[in-house]
Every structure is written in structure tokens, then in C-alpha cells.
């Protein structure tokens, strides 16, 4: 898995011919609430997502360059989508100020956080996803703050490497 985040994350040239420059979606950088907890499975429970303190009315930005997927309500929470290449980003509950189609850059206003109560508790939060096709990843990593774990090699022959020249 860690061969697959470390290949998208440069996502390739942005929209200036740079490599893409990833943002958090709250100014200033918010307190992490709830970090990543991804189940054992994919069926099972678990946080597929980051929670960020943030407060009613507050703006929340584009992470990255992309178009907007999806900006409405979905069962009783605003939630917006902006699609990046391969990746996929999701902020709710917030109230859209964007349409689906429009293409944004990193920082763009696309909503701010509504009043909504519930999924952080007794205070407001934006959760924040990220997705590569149908599997979850933790949207810190877009702004270098996911844990890093290091995961074994294994060549199909240990030998692999071991004569010399």
C-alpha cells in the first residue's frame, strides 16, 4: 500500500505544469480531532477519514486542483466531492457555494461548515476524505501529516541481490 500512496500523491503536473501543491481545507492548519482509523476490512466499521475543528460558517478550500464531482445534500449534510485525477476528496457537512462540473485550483472557496451536530460529538467538525478509486486513504498524507508506516520487501527470491557482481 505504500507504493501506491507514494505514486499518487505527485499527482502528476498541475494546471501550471508544476507537480500538484495539496492544502489543508481550513485556514489557519485546524486541530486534528479524529485521525484515519481504517477497519481491518472493508466491510467493517471504522473512520474513513480525518475530523478538523472547525466552526459554523467557516470557509472551506479546495485541497487540491480538480473539477467538483458532487455539491448538494446527501441525507440531511452538505457534502462536496472535488475529483483530482485519480484521487477524490470529500468535505462535509458543508454548504456548497460551488456546482458540480466547475473546475477549481488548490485553495478555492467551495463552502463553508454548517452547524451540524452529531458526527464529532458536541462540536462542529468538517470530516475531511480522500479516495483512490473505491479504497480509502488518510487525506493527512496530502498535507504531510499521516503517519508513515514501513511496510517489508519481499523478492519471490531471497538471493535476489545477494552475488556478487
Not at 34 to 59: I, K, M, N, T
Not at 89 to 105: C, D, M, N, Q, S
Request: charged letters at 15%; aromatic letters at 6%; proline letters at 12%.
Amino acid at each position: 500500500m505504500l507504493l501506491v500512496i507514494t505514486t499518487l500523491l505527485p499527482a502528476g503536473p498541475g494546471p501550471a505544469g508544476g507537480a500538484t501543491e495539496w492544502r489543508w481545507p481550513l485556514r489557519p492548519a485546524p486541530q486534528v480531532l479524529r485521525p484515519y482509523d481504517p477497519p481491518a476490512h472493508p466491510w467493517e466499521a471504522g473512520h474513513r477519514g480525518a475530523d478538523l475543528a472547525a466552526r459554523p460558517g467557516q470557509a472551506v478550500y479546495a485541497a487540491g486542483p480538480g473539477r467538483v464531482g458532487y455539491a448538494r445534500d446527501l441525507a440531511g449534510r452538505g457534502v462536496v466531492t472535488v475529483i483530482h485525477g485519480r484521487l477524490r476528496t470529500t468535505y462535509l457537512p458543508v454548504r456548497a457555494t460551488v456546482r458540480p462540473g466547475r473546475v477549481v485550483k488548490a485553495g478555492t472557496r467551495i463552502g463553508v461548515v454548517e452547524g451540524v451536530l452529531g458526527h464529532c460529538g458536541q462540536v462542529a467538525c468538517l470530516h475531511w476524505g480522500l479516495r483512490h478509486g473505491l479504497s480509502y486513504l488518510d487525506p493527512l498524507i496530502l498535507v504531510g501529516r499521516a503517519p508513515v508506516r514501513l511496510l517489508p520487501w519481499w523478492d519471490d527470491d531471497p538471493t535476489v541481490g545477494m552475488t556478487p557482481p
